[in-house]
């Protein structure tokens, strides 16, 4: 496809972290924008590759208009790190992406969407086995939840309206034999509308775990002190336009999260006990890792509010990971309190009838088997004693 | 919702399993209908109950359609019972479904949209535990597959154009700052479109899981007399109009799948050990259960050919257990061969450069769990011993 390169000098400068996420978030802003590029030192400007034919005018427009809604009142706030071993030697780490996709240990089905077998699934499930120890810490109740969730349930919880860019909808098809009929004919037809054979969606894909559980008990009414914990593994799934990947940028992935909910100290002290048991894991296996608060993705919006909230808040701790083949660093999980926003949303009230607090702590095992592969390296024989015994007794066979 | 019921005389009377079928596909038909009942006995009428405001010649003139093209040459064959345990007693059976859900077992969220915690995630835990002591019988190489499945592998397979009626989009906004606004302005609106700010999709959701399997390995040439054998589980999505509930007509559930890949006789011996197995285990289990042929569900233009290929070359035998709550079997399960379509579709050849044949043990395991506990009732004190055993050791707390 032949594209063209547009430079566009922003209105004003703005802080590092505001100008990262304006880059990030560009190319959910216009369909012709098909490549991005910026100035991470000065952050004067960026420069976007419009298709041909593009309208770029328009584009820039709405390249205006994002911007202006996503710098309007941002603060750029220092982050806080709370435990820092990104320095650790790491003597295997490289690279290891194009390799694993060679061995057959990851199946690149399309960007965003990967299988996995022998070694690297054989992680995923020795990581799982760690996070449920970790939840028997914490006698978390093991629940499973659907891959769907309803759009009332995430109207609920304000999740759409504040982070709508990377949502899945969930459409079936129409009963109606024309509609059924349409679809047969159209779906062998290079490039024919498959949408118009939908019916309208009242469900999407799950882009995150913890809703289900408030969802599950709405309307909770909790004991004097009691603090509810649950842990589930689920599907989730985030359309990152323009970024998706086959090692670290999913559409379609899994995350394993604790949950849990009841009066505000036991929340934050559940955090603070969850991120000191991963910290001397993640020490026995020596990762490379530091864990520091953070932001969310956004959209213009509602950037300002959230990012603010979160950092000043800091209701969100995220573990980072050093990726030998890249400047930025891999999060691969997260330590998160909500205050009583769930509770309110959901009805979860102490004894008192006042909301409780929530909180959850969040894997992405996908992300933990890369983030381990490129630091420790392919050679299982060489990997921390647990893990190399785990994953011999699983199995490595790959087709 | 007024409505109002309209029976329609079938144009000829046509043997039971084409009567049952075309019953189970009505509301496929049109949009209008939301109710179905008919004449099993006879055979002979169909009465459905038609929205308010239907019209009701133009849906008439749709189920002659959908009749005509689905009677065609349709042939009734007898089916072939291989294992027939179907009387066993079952001291302990009753409906448990109801119970299920105040017990907090099973979490309803959406009609075909369940959660499972305490004894039933247990019990649900257990089955994958057994599926996976058959796979290594095998030696099953395991894999992870994703959720999504693209378009263009499915119709690989001709699954899209054979089953379209069940599919369900998965479809991404448009990265447009337009649309995303507009999606976040209109999901908080009751009834307003959400289709319009969606993307045409490339993926569905996974109707099953065997295909991503064939993808994975497409193009490859086996060793003489060599076998592949993989396992994975995973979510499967058919939405079965109008027949959705919250215990075995589900949207959203999980289906794990031993699939044999090789010489036929190879194949078609590892179908029969399959059998055999899972028969033998479902004896200990004490569960009242029988396996026979089994046709699929269709869609009118491919029924004739399907079914008639189904019966007369026994690609499918359905594992059936009784359910205290209704007239028909519950399928829990399949034993499937392909012969040598799938092989044909991914090029998958053997040493002599001619197409291998495929086939696959699938195996509901929400379908698992409701048909135990409604054969073995919700006292797991009562379970059989091995069951009883798992269930303890894995913990029964619900929230």
């Not at 800091?314 to 660093?329: A, N």
């Amino acid at each position: 496809m032949a594209t063209r390169a547009v430079r566009w000098t922003l209105p004003r400068k703005v802080g590092p972290t505001a100008f990262t996420a304006f880059l990030d978030k560009l190319p959910y802003v216009a369909e012709a924008i098909v490549g991005v590029r910026g100035d991470r030192e000065g952050r004067t400007w960026v420069e976007v590759d419009l298709a041909d034919g593009a309208d770029e005018p328009a584009v820039l427009g709405k390249m205006e208009r994002a911007f202006v809604k996503m710098a309007k009142g941002f603060f750029e706030l220092s982050t806080d790190t709370v435990v820092d071993h990104r320095d650790r030697p790491l003597p295997n780490a490289r690279p290891a992406h194009a390799e694993m996709i060679e061995r057959r240990w990851l199946l690149p089905y399309a960007p965003g969407c990967v299988g996995l077998q022998g070694p690297a699934l054989a992680l995923f499930h020795y990581f799982e086995s760690r996070f449920l120890d970790l939840a028997a810490r914490f006698e978390a109740a093991r629940m499973q939840y659907p891959t769907l969730i309803a759009v009332d349930t995430l109207n609920t919880a304000n999740y759409l309206t504040s982070f709508p860019h990377h949502i899945t909808l969930g459409a079936h098809l129409r009963g109606d034999i024309d509609a059924i009929e349409g679809f047969q004919r159209d779906v062998v037809a290079p490039g024919a509308a498959l949408l118009p054979a939908a019916a309208e969606p009242d469900h999407v894909l799950s882009p995150t775990v913890c809703i289900h559980c408030y969802k599950a008990i709405a309307g909770r009414q909790l004991g004097a002190g009691e603090m509810l914990r649950a842990t589930a593994i689920g599907s989730c799934f985030r359309h990152e336009r323009g970024r998706l990947d086959h090692k670290t940028r999913l559409w379609d992935f899994h995350m394993r999260e604790i949950i849990f909910i009841g009066p505000a100290d036991a929340v934050t002290a559940a955090r603070k006990r969850s991120i000191e048991l991963v910290a001397a894991w993640l020490d026995e296996l020596g990762m490379a890792y530091w864990i520091e608060t953070a932001t969310d993705p956004f959209f213009v919006d509602n950037f300002s509010a959230q990012s603010f909230f979160q950092l000043a808040n800091k209701t969100k701790y995220e573990l980072l990971v050093k990726m030998p083949d890249s400047d930025r660093p891999l999060a691969i999980g997260s330590f998160n309190v909500h205050h009583d926003f769930f509770a309110k949303a959901f009805g979860l009230t102490a004894a008192d009838g006042q909301p409780v607090h929530t909180g959850c702590t969040a894997f992405g095992v996908e992300r933990f088997v890369h983030g381990f592969v490129a630091q420790h390296g392919l050679d299982e024989r060489a990997w921390p004693e647990p893990v190399r015994q785990f994953v011999s007794a699983y199995g490595l066979a790959c087709l």
